[in-house]
Protein backbone atom coordinates (compact mmCIF):
# COMPACT_ATOMS: atom_id res chain seq x y z
CA UNK A 1 0.00 0.00 0.00
CA UNK A 2 1.35 2.95 -0.79
CA UNK A 3 2.04 6.30 1.59
CA UNK A 4 -0.35 8.24 0.19
CA UNK A 5 -3.44 5.96 0.04
CA UNK A 6 -2.92 4.94 3.86
CA UNK A 7 -2.68 8.60 4.31
CA UNK A 8 -5.90 9.09 2.58
CA UNK A 9 -7.57 6.08 4.66
CA UNK A 10 -6.28 7.52 8.31
CA UNK A 11 -7.53 10.44 7.53
CA UNK A 12 -11.11 9.42 6.75
CA UNK A 13 -10.73 7.14 9.54
CA UNK A 14 -10.12 10.29 11.89
CA UNK A 15 -12.49 12.41 9.79
CA UNK A 16 -15.41 9.60 10.62
CA UNK A 17 -14.56 9.57 14.35
CA UNK A 18 -14.53 13.58 14.60
CA UNK A 19 -17.90 13.64 12.87
CA UNK A 20 -19.12 10.86 15.39
CA UNK A 21 -17.72 13.02 18.33
CA UNK A 22 -19.91 15.86 16.67
CA UNK A 23 -22.90 14.73 15.87
CA UNK A 24 -23.48 12.89 19.20
CA UNK A 25 -22.01 15.53 21.24
CA UNK A 26 -25.54 17.93 19.86
CA UNK A 27 -24.15 20.46 22.81
CA UNK A 28 -20.69 20.65 21.52
CA UNK A 29 -18.86 23.50 19.53
CA UNK A 30 -20.43 24.21 16.23
CA UNK A 31 -23.75 22.26 16.72
CA UNK A 32 -26.40 24.14 14.85
CA UNK A 33 -30.26 24.02 13.49
CA UNK A 34 -31.82 25.51 11.09
CA UNK A 35 -33.98 28.39 12.40
CA UNK A 36 -37.41 27.12 11.32
CA UNK A 37 -37.05 23.53 11.49
CA UNK A 38 -38.60 22.02 14.82
CA UNK A 39 -37.67 18.40 16.50
CA UNK A 40 -35.32 16.98 18.68
CA UNK A 41 -32.15 17.73 18.85
CA UNK A 42 -31.75 13.65 18.09
CA UNK A 43 -32.80 14.52 14.67
CA UNK A 44 -29.55 14.23 13.15
CA UNK A 45 -31.17 15.61 9.56
CA UNK A 46 -32.01 19.29 11.51
CA UNK A 47 -28.09 19.34 12.65
CA UNK A 48 -25.69 21.77 10.56
CA UNK A 49 -22.20 21.22 12.30
CA UNK A 50 -19.40 24.17 11.77
CA UNK A 51 -16.44 22.01 10.56
CA UNK A 52 -14.29 23.58 13.13
CA UNK A 53 -11.85 20.69 12.61
CA UNK A 54 -11.26 20.94 9.11
CA UNK A 55 -12.74 16.93 8.32
CA UNK A 56 -13.74 17.80 4.92
CA UNK A 57 -9.99 19.65 3.59
CA UNK A 58 -10.80 19.06 0.16
CA UNK A 59 -14.43 20.54 0.24
CA UNK A 60 -14.30 24.07 -1.21
CA UNK A 61 -15.90 27.49 -2.04
CA UNK A 62 -16.13 28.85 -4.95
CA UNK A 63 -16.11 32.43 -5.23
CA UNK A 64 -17.47 35.01 -7.52
CA UNK A 65 -15.43 38.87 -6.70
CA UNK A 66 -16.39 41.91 -8.20
CA UNK A 67 -13.50 44.45 -8.40
CA UNK A 68 -13.90 48.38 -8.27
CA UNK A 69 -16.06 49.07 -11.42
CA UNK A 70 -18.12 51.78 -13.33
CA UNK A 71 -21.20 49.48 -13.08
CA UNK A 72 -22.64 50.18 -9.55
CA UNK A 73 -21.54 46.81 -8.47
CA UNK A 74 -20.77 46.77 -5.03
CA UNK A 75 -17.28 45.40 -4.51
CA UNK A 76 -16.86 41.98 -2.79
CA UNK A 77 -17.96 38.73 -3.10
CA UNK A 78 -21.18 38.69 -5.34
CA UNK A 79 -22.26 34.84 -5.27
CA UNK A 80 -20.53 31.41 -4.22
CA UNK A 81 -21.23 27.78 -4.69
CA UNK A 82 -19.54 25.01 -3.02
CA UNK A 83 -16.65 23.01 -4.17
CA UNK A 84 -14.95 19.87 -3.80
CA UNK A 85 -10.87 18.92 -5.40
CA UNK A 86 -11.24 15.78 -7.03
CA UNK A 87 -7.63 16.46 -9.16
CA UNK A 88 -4.39 18.68 -7.85
CA UNK A 89 -6.17 21.17 -10.21
CA UNK A 90 -9.39 20.55 -10.84
CA UNK A 91 -12.63 21.03 -8.78
CA UNK A 92 -16.34 19.34 -8.95
CA UNK A 93 -18.94 21.66 -9.03
CA UNK A 94 -22.58 22.09 -9.91
CA UNK A 95 -23.32 23.18 -13.30
CA UNK A 96 -25.37 26.05 -12.85
CA UNK A 97 -22.65 27.81 -10.95
CA UNK A 98 -20.06 27.47 -14.00
CA UNK A 99 -22.58 27.66 -16.90
CA UNK A 100 -23.46 31.62 -16.70
CA UNK A 101 -19.59 31.63 -17.57
CA UNK A 102 -19.82 30.71 -21.25
CA UNK A 103 -19.51 33.95 -22.64
CA UNK A 104 -16.77 34.90 -20.23
CA UNK A 105 -16.60 36.71 -17.18
CA UNK A 106 -16.75 40.83 -17.45
CA UNK A 107 -13.00 42.07 -16.47
CA UNK A 108 -13.73 43.47 -12.90
CA UNK A 109 -15.06 39.92 -11.98
CA UNK A 110 -12.43 37.28 -10.77
CA UNK A 111 -13.43 34.06 -9.82
CA UNK A 112 -11.22 32.33 -6.79
CA UNK A 113 -11.44 28.78 -4.95
CA UNK A 114 -10.57 28.71 -1.32
CA UNK A 115 -10.38 25.25 0.93
CA UNK A 116 -10.33 27.35 4.26
CA UNK A 117 -13.03 26.27 6.70
CA UNK A 118 -13.94 30.38 6.92
CA UNK A 119 -14.11 31.66 3.22
CA UNK A 120 -13.71 34.54 4.06
CA UNK A 121 -10.15 34.62 4.78
CA UNK A 122 -8.40 35.81 1.93
CA UNK A 123 -5.60 35.00 2.44
CA UNK A 124 -6.37 31.32 1.28
CA UNK A 125 -8.16 32.48 -1.94
CA UNK A 126 -6.67 30.20 -5.09
CA UNK A 127 -6.67 32.01 -9.09
CA UNK A 128 -8.83 30.20 -11.15
CA UNK A 129 -7.76 30.00 -14.80
CA UNK A 130 -10.95 28.31 -16.41
CA UNK A 131 -14.98 26.68 -16.18
CA UNK A 132 -16.87 23.52 -17.64
CA UNK A 133 -20.02 22.49 -17.57
CA UNK A 134 -21.93 19.35 -18.74
CA UNK A 135 -23.24 19.94 -22.61
CA UNK A 136 -26.68 18.58 -21.39
CA UNK A 137 -27.33 22.27 -19.71
CA UNK A 138 -29.17 24.86 -20.71
CA UNK A 139 -28.33 28.50 -21.69
CA UNK A 140 -27.55 30.53 -18.40
CA UNK A 141 -26.78 33.91 -19.19
CA UNK A 142 -26.40 36.28 -17.03
CA UNK A 143 -27.87 37.67 -14.94
CA UNK A 144 -30.30 35.35 -14.52
CA UNK A 145 -28.34 31.99 -14.65
CA UNK A 146 -30.02 29.16 -14.74
CA UNK A 147 -33.54 28.21 -14.85
CA UNK A 148 -34.45 24.79 -15.00
CA UNK A 149 -35.02 23.16 -12.09
CA UNK A 150 -33.59 19.73 -10.18
CA UNK A 151 -35.31 16.66 -11.66
CA UNK A 152 -35.98 17.96 -14.69
CA UNK A 153 -35.26 15.35 -17.53
CA UNK A 154 -32.56 15.26 -19.26
CA UNK A 155 -30.13 17.74 -17.49
CA UNK A 156 -26.57 16.91 -15.74
CA UNK A 157 -26.32 19.48 -13.49
CA UNK A 158 -22.54 19.20 -13.16
CA UNK A 159 -19.19 21.04 -13.82
CA UNK A 160 -15.92 21.54 -13.04
CA UNK A 161 -13.52 24.68 -11.82
CA UNK A 162 -10.15 24.59 -13.02
CA UNK A 163 -7.27 25.89 -10.77
CA UNK A 164 -4.27 28.00 -12.20
CA UNK A 165 -1.90 26.62 -9.42
CA UNK A 166 -1.98 22.25 -8.56
CA UNK A 167 -3.30 21.91 -4.90
CA UNK A 168 -0.60 19.91 -3.67
CA UNK A 169 -1.35 20.12 0.20
CA UNK A 170 -4.64 18.66 0.36
CA UNK A 171 -5.82 14.84 -1.26
CA UNK A 172 -8.79 14.99 -3.31
CA UNK A 173 -11.85 13.30 -3.04
CA UNK A 174 -13.06 10.18 -5.19
CA UNK A 175 -15.94 9.51 -6.87
CA UNK A 176 -18.20 6.94 -6.29
CA UNK A 177 -18.33 3.59 -7.74
CA UNK A 178 -20.37 3.35 -10.72
CA UNK A 179 -23.76 2.47 -9.81
CA UNK A 180 -23.62 2.94 -5.90
CA UNK A 181 -26.70 4.91 -5.30
CA UNK A 182 -28.93 2.26 -6.44
CA UNK A 183 -27.83 -0.48 -4.37
CA UNK A 184 -29.70 -1.83 -1.74
CA UNK A 185 -27.65 -0.49 0.74
CA UNK A 186 -27.38 2.86 -0.07
CA UNK A 187 -31.68 3.90 0.22
CA UNK A 188 -32.68 5.41 3.64
CA UNK A 189 -28.53 5.78 4.52
CA UNK A 190 -27.36 8.75 6.34
CA UNK A 191 -24.86 10.92 3.84
CA UNK A 192 -22.80 13.41 4.79
CA UNK A 193 -22.96 17.11 2.81
CA UNK A 194 -20.48 19.30 3.13
CA UNK A 195 -21.39 23.00 2.00
CA UNK A 196 -20.81 27.11 2.44
CA UNK A 197 -24.55 27.65 2.33
CA UNK A 198 -26.71 29.82 3.91
CA UNK A 199 -28.18 28.92 7.27
CA UNK A 200 -31.52 29.85 5.70
CA UNK A 201 -33.25 31.90 3.30
CA UNK A 202 -34.77 34.88 4.26
CA UNK A 203 -38.01 35.09 6.03
CA UNK A 204 -40.29 35.94 2.46
CA UNK A 205 -38.15 33.51 1.00
CA UNK A 206 -35.15 34.25 -1.23
CA UNK A 207 -31.30 34.30 -0.93
CA UNK A 208 -29.44 36.66 1.64
CA UNK A 209 -27.33 39.13 0.67
CA UNK A 210 -23.58 37.95 -0.07
CA UNK A 211 -23.11 41.09 2.39
CA UNK A 212 -24.36 38.56 5.10
CA UNK A 213 -22.64 35.28 4.41
CA UNK A 214 -20.42 34.28 7.14
CA UNK A 215 -18.00 31.54 5.20
CA UNK A 216 -18.22 28.91 7.35
CA UNK A 217 -18.72 25.27 5.75
CA UNK A 218 -21.18 23.15 7.46
CA UNK A 219 -21.36 19.23 7.53
CA UNK A 220 -25.09 18.01 7.09
CA UNK A 221 -26.67 15.03 7.14
CA UNK A 222 -29.88 13.76 5.56
CA UNK A 223 -31.24 9.82 4.04
CA UNK A 224 -31.38 9.33 0.72
CA UNK A 225 -34.73 9.14 -0.70
CA UNK A 226 -34.90 7.69 -4.13
CA UNK A 227 -33.02 7.07 -7.09
CA UNK A 228 -34.90 8.99 -10.19
CA UNK A 229 -33.44 8.06 -13.09
CA UNK A 230 -29.58 8.18 -14.61
CA UNK A 231 -29.04 12.12 -13.71
CA UNK A 232 -31.14 12.42 -10.29
CA UNK A 233 -31.25 11.41 -6.97
CA UNK A 234 -33.43 13.32 -3.92
CA UNK A 235 -33.03 13.21 -0.45
CA UNK A 236 -35.84 13.45 2.75
CA UNK A 237 -37.11 16.43 3.35
CA UNK A 238 -37.45 18.78 4.98
CA UNK A 239 -33.97 19.36 2.92
CA UNK A 240 -30.53 20.57 3.81
CA UNK A 241 -29.24 22.35 1.11
CA UNK A 242 -29.34 26.17 0.84
CA UNK A 243 -28.12 28.94 -1.25
CA UNK A 244 -24.32 28.26 -1.43
CA UNK A 245 -24.47 24.77 -1.41
CA UNK A 246 -25.27 24.45 -4.69
CA UNK A 247 -22.39 21.93 -6.01
CA UNK A 248 -21.78 19.86 -2.21
CA UNK A 249 -20.93 17.01 -2.46
CA UNK A 250 -22.47 14.08 -1.13
CA UNK A 251 -20.48 11.34 0.84
CA UNK A 252 -21.14 8.15 1.48
CA UNK A 253 -19.05 5.85 2.70
CA UNK A 254 -15.98 8.07 1.87
CA UNK A 255 -16.41 8.85 -1.45
CA UNK A 256 -18.89 11.56 -3.97
CA UNK A 257 -22.04 10.09 -4.81
CA UNK A 258 -23.49 13.29 -6.08
CA UNK A 259 -23.52 16.97 -5.62
CA UNK A 260 -26.10 19.37 -4.61
CA UNK A 261 -28.35 21.09 -7.09
CA UNK A 262 -31.89 22.26 -6.05
CA UNK A 263 -32.99 22.65 -2.21
CA UNK A 264 -36.05 25.26 -3.44
CA UNK A 265 -36.23 28.43 -5.85
CA UNK A 266 -36.86 30.48 -2.73
CA UNK A 267 -36.91 28.69 -0.05
CA UNK A 268 -34.56 26.41 1.76
CA UNK A 269 -34.87 23.46 2.36
CA UNK A 270 -38.38 22.82 0.64
CA UNK A 271 -36.88 20.17 -1.57
CA UNK A 272 -33.74 18.55 -1.82
CA UNK A 273 -32.73 17.23 -5.65
CA UNK A 274 -28.86 16.28 -6.58
CA UNK A 275 -27.39 15.62 -9.32
CA UNK A 276 -25.35 12.46 -9.79
CA UNK A 277 -21.81 11.52 -10.47
CA UNK A 278 -21.75 7.49 -9.87
CA UNK A 279 -22.46 7.16 -13.18
CA UNK A 280 -20.62 6.20 -16.23
CA UNK A 281 -22.06 9.13 -18.46
CA UNK A 282 -20.99 11.70 -15.07
CA UNK A 283 -17.67 10.41 -14.61
CA UNK A 284 -16.41 9.59 -18.31
CA UNK A 285 -17.70 13.42 -18.88
CA UNK A 286 -15.21 14.46 -15.97
CA UNK A 287 -12.88 12.59 -16.93
CA UNK A 288 -12.65 13.47 -20.99
CA UNK A 289 -12.96 17.70 -19.65
CA UNK A 290 -9.98 17.43 -17.35
CA UNK A 291 -8.22 15.47 -19.82
CA UNK A 292 -8.91 17.93 -22.65
CA UNK A 293 -8.01 21.28 -20.07
CA UNK A 294 -4.96 19.74 -18.39
CA UNK A 295 -3.48 16.69 -20.80
CA UNK A 296 -4.45 12.99 -19.82
CA UNK A 297 -4.39 11.83 -16.52
CA UNK A 298 -2.30 8.91 -15.38
Known amino acids: MSVRSSAHRGSRALGAALLT ?8 IGAERPPHVG ?11 VDVHNIFANVGALIYFAEPNDFGIPPGPLVHCTVTLIHERAALVAGHCTAPTAGGLLPFIKAFVTFSPNALDRSTWRAVSGFAFHPSLPPCPPPVGCTFQGLDPGILDIGLVFLEQPVGDITPARLARLGRLEQPAAVGKLMVVAGYGFVDSLPGGGSPPESEWDGLRRIKLSRLQQ ?5 WATWSLPGIICFGDSGAPTFF ?8 SDGGTSVCYSRDDRARVDTAAAQEWIRQTIDAVLGPQQ
Open 39 to 49: GSVHDLSTLKI
Open 253 to 260: QGRIVAVA
Open 227 to 231: VVDDN
Open 21 to 28: FLVLTTSG
